[in-house]
């Protein structure tokens, strides 16, 4: 497959920077070729996806070195992040005391529950007394039927 004159500076600034909008837009080219380059050469797109891989890490190494660089000055933040992240003593002990986010759905969920089991408690009688009350006003109302 014939390579493009783009190819290989691409892969040079997706290596540095994992986003293909922003590779793109340094060398002057639309994300389409970018794509398109991709679905004409399967080489050139696991080039692709070992660069991504490549600036994914160097990301990571700047973020790890800039909370390292925070928590030698000194700065509790950072420092807490690290130690409930990575130290496995602090880990399990603030485990033990956070219990999991629920979901927006759930807690939309618990929220239907709790406004139903009020409403039942406090507006809506039961089903079969709301039966019972009718029956016995039809008796009463209507001399006709046996009491």
């Given at each position: 497959m014939k390579k493009h004159k783009l190819q290989k500076p691409f892969l040079e600034q997706l290596a540095k920077m994992p986003i293909v909008a922003t590779a793109c837009e340094k060398l002057n080219i639309s994300r389409q070729t970018v794509y398109r380059w991709?679905?004409?050469d399967p080489d050139f797109a696991k080039q692709v996806e070992d660069a991504m891989s490549q600036g994914d890490s160097l990301v990571?190494?700047?973020?790890?070195?800039q909370l390292l660089i925070k928590i030698r000055n000194g700065e509790w933040p950072p420092t807490k992040y690290?130690?409930?992240k990575?130290?496995?003593?602090?880990r399990e002990k603030n485990k033990a005391?956070?219990?999991p986010p629920e979901s927006r759905e759930e807690q939309t969920k618990q929220k239907f529950i709790e406004d139903f089991k009020q409403l039942l408690q406090t507006k809506i009688p039961v089903k079969s007394q709301t039966l019972r009350m009718i029956e016995e006003d039809e008796k009463k109302s209507d001399p006709l039927l046996p009491t």
């Open positions: 991709q679905e004409e990571n190494d700047m973020a790890e070195n690290h130690l409930d990575c130290h496995p003593k602090y005391r956070r219990k």
